[in-house]
């Protein structure tokens, strides 16, 4: 059985910093893409940050850029999100996903995505 597991979500004041962290079990993602959204209340579930199997390409959401960095750990089927200078528009349920496809294009949408965690909630204080 295929898992994904977010940890280090909470809360925390604007300005301050969290490090998220998806661990995957059930088999190997090294070769996929995987991602990282987020859903606030009401809204959409918005892309966050993707990144290559490799590691050696990332993208990103135009609002997150310049504080959010996305990592991976292929020797540990792990991947982080490192969240830096954070603001209360970034409070959401942050969910990891994974590309079910080895070698796949790194995708931007929700729907390019097969697994899915159950989410970690990131709340920032003004």
């Known amino acids: 059985q295929v898992q994904l597991v977010e940890s280090g979500g909470g809360l925390v004041q604007a300005g301050g910093s969290l490090r998220l962290s998806c661990a995957a079990s059930g088999r190997t993602f090294s070769r996929n893409a995987m991602g990282w959204f987020r859903q606030a209340p009401g809204k959409e579930r918005d892309f966050v940050a993707a990144i290559s199997w490799s590691g050696l390409s990332t993208y990103y959401g135009d609002s997150v850029k310049g504080r959010f960095t996305i990592s991976r750990d292929n020797a540990k089927n792990t991947v982080y999100l490192q969240m830096n200078s954070l603001k209360p528009d970034d409070t959401a349920i942050y969910y990891c996903?994974?590309?079910?496809?080895?070698?796949?294009?790194?995708?931007?949408?929700?729907?390019?995505?097969?697994?899915w965690g159950q989410g970690t909630q990131v709340t920032v204080s003004s």
């Open positions: 996903a994974a590309d079910g496809n080895p070698f796949g294009r790194v995708g931007r949408r929700a729907i390019e995505y097969d697994y």
